[in-house]
């Protein structure tokens, strides 16, 4: 099966959490709005509501076949048993889409930094909103979401959150550990040593040979100011 | 089977959209924080996580015989096919599951518009970016969003999102009609003759027996102003 993935080309954004699956699953797959000439157009027409039938809402979509599934959290859990990266039983596959919505959560919470009052509006127009959302996100949500992980990851015993085995979630949450050094190099240098067993994780992940590989290549997109992690300096606290 | 449903007991919240479809299906269920005595203690117990293996990050939960779910879409994705509030079709399945996710960053989105800044803060200490949050809101989100609904109701034929047939996406939509009318009286009332097949899937919902009956019963918790949809007044333009 070849997979095509349909994101924004610009940015890692929410479609960075499917790229990384689909990398460390050795997976064939298009990341169809980066190919040179049209890519972009074909990924807005699957957008068109007035002719596809079932149109997804927004990117990331995949489409397997003939089937698209949108959401980066639905995606993983469609790939997961096809890529190997969950284990099979149903309760484990559950487990791991919880895991994934909270993650979901999570990075709605770090774009919401630095767009609290609305994506129609720049940054610059909203910056006072964004500050305090920071705040207030480093000082209770942060610590709550990121200790929430840590705790899976003891009971788990570690590396991952199934143990030995990695997961879709494994490769979610090493992109949280990046992103937020990335956007808070100083808030997260402050913090990591709260969440020992999240830092391993993510180091785990970063040596993984195809995960390695990926961050080499031109396929891995630079982090940048147009995505959800944005590194603002006046919001590093 | 007997399920437990987990959820604040003083609130309808996202725990809603699971009794909605509890109801619906006919289910065997205990809304165990409702229960007279140490109900809300019994819930707060399984998110302790020194004692839980695999604990919730927050309600909504369901327990299903030794099987704990978390997240509301992913509650609905599992009683789904028990409940018979989905078809069986793997794609059938997906779809349904992307549309709840889509419903769940609404929930999200409508949460904010009094709660822009933080959950940590009373809503009077963030009124100022209230206002100017949900004005955004109601300007860009809720045509793009409602929109996107009442096109899919448009494709699939009505009055339901898999046409004649009922599902658990249904039961959210009609969910989120009832909460913003109650919310934005004044705003929704203009909003609506945009959404008509919407509106109708509502009135059809409304009408279904155990729906009715279920709102004219006591296990239906009033909408009040700690739950997601919140009628203040100086919001609603």
Redesign the interface.
């Known amino acids: 099966m070849r997979y095509e993935l349909y994101y924004w080309p610009e940015i890692q954004g929410r479609g960075e959490f499917v790229r990384l699956a689909l990398e460390e699953g050795g997976a064939d797959y298009v990341d169809v709005a980066r190919r040179r000439g049209r890519g972009r157009d074909a990924m807005t027409q699957f957008m068109d509501?007035g002719r596809v039938?079932?149109?997804?809402?927004a990117p990331p979509f995949l489409k397997a076949g003939k089937?698209i599934?949108?959401?980066s959290?639905?995606i993983l859990h469609?790939l997961g048993p096809r890529l190997r990266l969950v284990p099979r039983r149903e309760?484990d596959r559950?487990?791991a889409?919880?895991l994934q919505?909270?993650i979901?959560?999570l990075v709605?919470e770090i774009h919401?930094t630095h767009h609290?009052?609305?994506?129609?509006?720049y940054y610059e127009d909203q910056r006072p909103?964004a500050k305090?959302?920071t705040r207030?996100?480093w000082?209770?949500r942060v610590p709550k979401?990121l200790g929430?992980f840590e705790?899976?990851l003891r009971?788990s015993g570690g590396p991952y959150v199934f143990g030995r085995k990695v997961s879709y979630v494994d490769l979610s949450l090493f992109q949280i550990v990046e992103g937020l050094r990335y956007a808070f190099p100083r808030r997260m240098k402050r913090f990591e040593k709260k969440v020992p067993r999240l830092i391993k994780l993510r180091d785990e992940v970063a040596e993984r040979p195809r995960i390695a590989a990926y961050l080499q290549s031109e396929r891995r997109i630079p982090f940048n100011e147009w995505g959800i992690f944005r590194a603002y300096r006046e919001l590093d606290g």
């Not at 039938?53 to 809402?57: A, E, L, S």
């Not at 609290?116 to 509006?121: E, G, R, V």
């Open positions: 509501r039938k079932r149109p997804p809402y089937l599934v949108a959401q959290a639905l469609y309760a559950l487990w889409l919880q919505l909270t979901t959560d709605k919401d609290p009052i609305s994506t129609a509006l909103a305090r959302y207030e996100f000082r209770h979401l929430y705790d899976v009971h």
